[in-house]
């Protein structure tokens, strides 16, 4: 594929690597972005890391996705100059200003913890200081210990029909554990628990939902501690008591058991105005030979003992 660009140059290489003088066409496509003055984000050596970035007046913003197997705890390299670096996070709400140092070349390593699916937003400020609270990084400081017990499930809100409550001591799908009504839900369900907290001390606990079919809004003995819908699903526990803890999840699934249910008792429900609805090869949509789809709160459920720490 050829690449071209505005920038003109006179001491291109010659045509033995695939690239012509001005204006640059060529198939070796990081040296012709090189050429154009595009640097490169040596963070993509990092397995499963994937990045898009935007120049602003003043610096960059990065958004960075960790997409591989393996977490992320340690320095990254931005093909950037900064005088600070911001990290948000979307998921939360959280920000600060990021732990950053100046590599042997003068741009900014900034130090980042992303476990495998999480995401952050970066924003750099090529000269200016920025006097926030400092991002908080935590570590594990102990094994974490699985929540057991009975589990208390009843249906809220969805449909067709909101089936019975049941309890259970091993969490799985509601479509194995709810029976024939389960398996046509689409909707919420709420996952109820009372526990003491494990035995080990912690300057504060992480909570991991384990598997969860789609997202989960949680609450901590009456307290809000946000909403999951992407792995990996976990909340820090703000306000773990000793004992008596009540934990809450709402779990919602999607539609397509739904549908599926739909589909197989040959109810009507395609009832569009001015659009055909098709399968991906074009032909009558049809959801009744679809696999039920795991729904709910699948877990383990696990909390994690944590502790803050500085970058190294």
Same mark, same amino acid.
């Given at each position: 594929?050829?690449?071209?660009?505005d920038?003109c140059?006179?001491?291109?290489? @010659?045509? *033995?690597? &695939?690239?012509s003088?001005a204006?640059?066409?060529g198939?070796d496509?990081e040296?012709?972005?090189?050429k154009?003055?595009?640097?490169?984000?040596s963070?993509? =050596?990092?397995?499963?890391?994937l990045f898009?970035r935007?120049?602003?007046e003043? +610096?960059?913003h990065?958004?960075?996705?960790?997409? &591989?197997?393996q977490p992320l705890n *340690?320095?990254?390299?931005l093909?950037t100059?900064?005088?600070s670096?911001?990290i948000?996070?979307a998921?939360?709400?959280?920000? *600060?200003?990021?732990a950053m140092?100046?590599?042997?070349? +003068?741009?900014a390593q900034? !130090?980042?913890?992303?476990q495998? $699916?999480e995401?952050v937003i970066?924003?750099?400020?090529?000269?200016r200081e920025i006097?926030?609270?400092?991002?908080?990084?935590?570590q594990?400081?102990?094994q974490p210990a699985?929540?057991t017990?009975?589990w208390?499930v009843?249906?809220?809100?969805g449909g067709?029909?909101?089936?019975p409550?049941?309890e259970?001591?091993n969490?799985?799908?509601?479509?194995?554990?709810g +029976?024939?009504?389960a398996q046509r %839900?689409?909707?919420?369900?709420? !996952?109820s628990?009372? %526990?003491?907290a494990?035995? /080990?001390? /912690?300057?504060d606990?992480?909570l991991?939902l384990?598997?969860v079919?789609?997202? #989960?809004?949680?609450r901590?003995? $009456?307290? =809000?501690?946000?909403?999951?819908?992407?792995?990996?699903f976990?909340?820090l526990?703000?306000g773990?008591?000793?004992?008596?803890?009540?934990?809450?999840?709402?779990?919602?699934?999607?539609?397509?058991n739904?549908?599926?249910?739909?589909?197989r008792r040959g109810?009507?429900?395609?009832?569009f105005?001015?659009?055909?609805f098709a399968?991906? =090869?074009y032909?009558? %949509?049809d959801a009744?030979?679809?696999p039920? #789809? @795991?729904?709910g709160?699948? &877990?383990?459920?696990?909390?994690?003992?944590v #502790?803050?720490v500085?970058?190294?």
């Open positions: 594929r050829d690449w071209s660009s920038v140059s006179s001491d291109l290489p @010659d045509a *033995g690597r &695939g690239v003088k204006p640059l066409l198939t496509t040296l012709l972005l090189t154009a003055g595009v640097a490169r984000e963070l993509v =050596d990092h397995a499963g890391l898009v935007r120049a602003l003043s +610096g960059r990065y958004f960075i996705a960790n997409r &591989g197997e *340690g320095w990254v390299t093909a100059r900064a005088a670096v911001a948000m996070d998921m939360t709400g959280q920000a *600060g200003v990021g140092r100046q590599s042997s070349d +003068g741009t900034v !130090y980042l913890q992303l495998p $699916g995401s970066l924003r750099t400020f090529a000269e006097k926030e609270p400092a991002w908080v990084y935590w594990p400081v102990d699985e929540l017990g009975g208390q009843r249906f809220i809100a067709p029909a909101l089936p409550p049941f259970t001591t969490l799985a799908s509601w479509t194995v554990l +029976g024939e009504e %839900f689409a909707g919420t369900a709420r !996952y628990l009372k %526990f003491d494990p035995a /080990a001390s /912690a300057e606990w992480w991991d384990g598997r079919c789609q997202s #989960a809004r949680v901590l003995n $009456g307290r =809000d501690l946000g909403t999951t819908f992407v792995p990996p976990g909340l526990a703000h773990l008591k000793p004992t008596g803890n009540e934990l809450e999840i709402e779990v919602t699934n999607v539609s397509a739904r549908i599926r249910d739909l589909d109810v009507k429900w395609r009832n105005y001015d659009i055909n399968s991906i =090869d032909k009558p %949509f009744s030979n679809w039920l #789809a @795991d729904s709160l699948l &877990g383990p459920v696990r909390l994690q003992p #502790a803050k500085r970058a190294k």
